[in-house]
């Protein structure tokens, strides 16, 4: 189903900012929605953040609203997650992952392929 | 918001039949998904659309439901399906996971 490479993860502060790629490959890009998803230490999947193919529409968890801006270069193959304010509860490795459908949440839409993560430390 | 909810652990022999519920209010209305993720891989679809396996998923995984419990069951287990599964849906095109559940095969 396609190829995920993740980049951009690191150390940042508290209210710091960062900004995660996800350069993509074996497929279609525009054709699918794209989805972030972060797992903290210990701690199960959360699904953050996805846009449609086009673009235009973005859908966000409610924990990372009015902090994270999510966003798509379909002429570079590549998905980005801006990071804005961050905290120490946004310590994770984070996913891109490609949904199986062009809108992404839809009932029958799920995560057909997944990048191999990036580690996202927030500490002073 | 919603939630789905899992298991923590589960332990089974290699051999038998591991079981993992999920379960979640109104889930009967919705489609479940579930993700096998081992340490230091991504996470992998093995089940889509309730109960379809995904080329290359092996026979023995399988999902089965019962009102607002879905379950996905691991037929005659062996060692390499030691992983942590994740159970997700959607609720208003918010995907929603369990928390997981660790599946030791002793």
């Given at each position: 189903e396609g190829q995920l490479l993740e980049t951009g993860g690191g150390l940042v502060q508290p209210g710091g900012s960062l900004r995660l790629s996800c350069t993509a490959s074996g497929f279609t890009f525009d054709s699918y929605g794209m989805t972030w998803v972060r797992q903290a230490p210990g701690k199960g999947l959360e699904w953050v953040a996805a846009v449609s193919g086009s673009g235009v529409t973005?859908?966000?968890a409610d924990s990372v609203k009015g902090r994270f801006t999510i966003s798509r270069d379909n002429s570079r193959n590549t998905l980005?997650?801006?990071?804005?304010?961050?905290?120490a509860d946004d310590t994770a490795v984070y996913y891109c992952a490609k949904n199986a459908r062009i809108e992404p949440g839809a009932d029958l839409d799920w995560f057909d392929s997944w990048g191999q993560g990036s580690l996202v430390t927030v500490s002073s | 918001s919603y939630e789905l909810t899992q298991p923590p652990s589960v332990s089974v022999f290699p051999g038998q039949t591991a079981t993992i519920p999920c379960s979640g209010d109104r889930l009967q209305e919705k489609y479940t998904y579930w993700y096998q993720h081992k340490p230091g891989q991504s996470p992998v679809v093995i089940i889509f659309q309730e109960t379809q396996r995904p080329a290359g998923i092996p026979e023995r995984f399988s999902a089965s439901r019962d009102g607002d419990t879905v379950t996905l069951t691991i037929s005659g287990t062996q060692p390499m399906d030691?992983?942590?599964?994740?159970?997700q849906a959607w609720d208003s095109s918010?995907?929603?996971?369990?928390a997981g559940t660790k599946l030791t095969v002793l």
């Open positions: 973005t859908y966000y980005f997650l801006q990071m804005r304010g961050v905290r | 030691e992983a942590d599964y994740h159970c918010t995907g929603v996971f369990g």
